[in-house]
């Protein structure tokens, strides 16, 4: 699996767009980019995945560079309950078994 | 509908003895998946079991097993208990084998050996 590099923390004013980046120079054009997020006590919540199109669903938007090395998990209007560590994930999930390399993650931070 | 249940949710053992872990998938998903996480890493991949079969290992020692049963309920149990052992143990299900259709995680078992 390809290894990512995400900021440790980031903070966001609730109401603001949330922009998380997520570095993934050396992914292969098998591995897709997810999206999961821990809510304190929780076990990871699966946000969204994409291969190379840009993505969206009703929690997030996931933004690929055409490149596909980096990418931005879009939160477009972050509330206090978004306060989690995201986890930016690259793996060949066609072909992969369940096994999710999780790196430390970015703590984002929404404050009122 | 229930999502994915792990029993119990606190649990203190002693070095060197076993425990049982217990987790009940979402009804209808065949996949369940294991994970550690030590207090402040990321979840870190033990096991994965697909229709009653190891469909996957991560780097964990032998003392580390699991196991599937036909109503796709899963044990994973650790021998021979250490103290690095204390994490939270995270149990994820899913319909397919494959992470595109996305795992559903449960709250976990959070395990402390003295």
């Known amino acids: 699996d390809a290894k990512t590099t995400q900021p440790p923390s980031m903070d966001c004013a609730e109401g603001r767009a949330a922009n998380l980046p997520c570095n993934h120079s050396?992914?292969?054009?098998?591995?897709?980019v997810y999206w999961y997020r821990q809510i304190h006590s929780q076990g990871p919540q699966y946000i969204i995945h994409?291969?190379?199109n840009n993505e969206t669903n009703e929690m997030a938007s996931l933004i690929i560079t055409e490149d596909r090395k980096s990418s931005t998990l879009i939160l477009p209007h972050a509330t206090l309950r978004d306060t989690a560590v995201y986890y930016c994930?690259?793996?060949?999930?066609?072909?992969?078994?369940?096994?999710?390399?999780f790196g430390q993650g970015t703590i984002l931070t929404v404050h009122p | 509908d229930a999502g994915v249940t792990q029993s119990p949710t606190h649990l203190i053992k002693t070095r060197g003895q076993h425990v049982t872990l217990r987790c009940s998938p979402i009804?209808?998903?065949?996949?369940v998946s294991w994970y550690q996480q030590v207090l402040g890493q990321g979840p870190q991949f033990i096991f994965q079991?697909?229709?009653?079969?190891?469909?996957g290992r991560g780097n964990f020692p032998d003392r580390f097993s699991a196991r599937q049963f036909p109503n796709y309920s899963s044990e994973l149990n650790v021998n021979a208990l250490l103290l690095g052992d204390s994490a939270l143990y995270l149990c994820?299900?899913?319909?397919?084998?494959?992470?595109?259709?996305?795992?559903?995680f449960g709250s976990g078992t959070r395990l402390t050996v003295v």
């Open positions: 050396t992914i292969s054009g098998n591995e897709y």
């Open positions: 009804s209808g998903h065949k996949s």
């Open positions: 994820a299900s899913s319909f397919s084998r494959l992470a595109n259709y996305g795992y559903t």
């Open positions: 994409g291969l190379k």
């Open positions: 079991y697909y229709e009653k079969e190891e469909r």
């Open positions: 994930i690259a793996d060949a999930g066609g072909t992969s078994y369940g096994k999710l390399t």
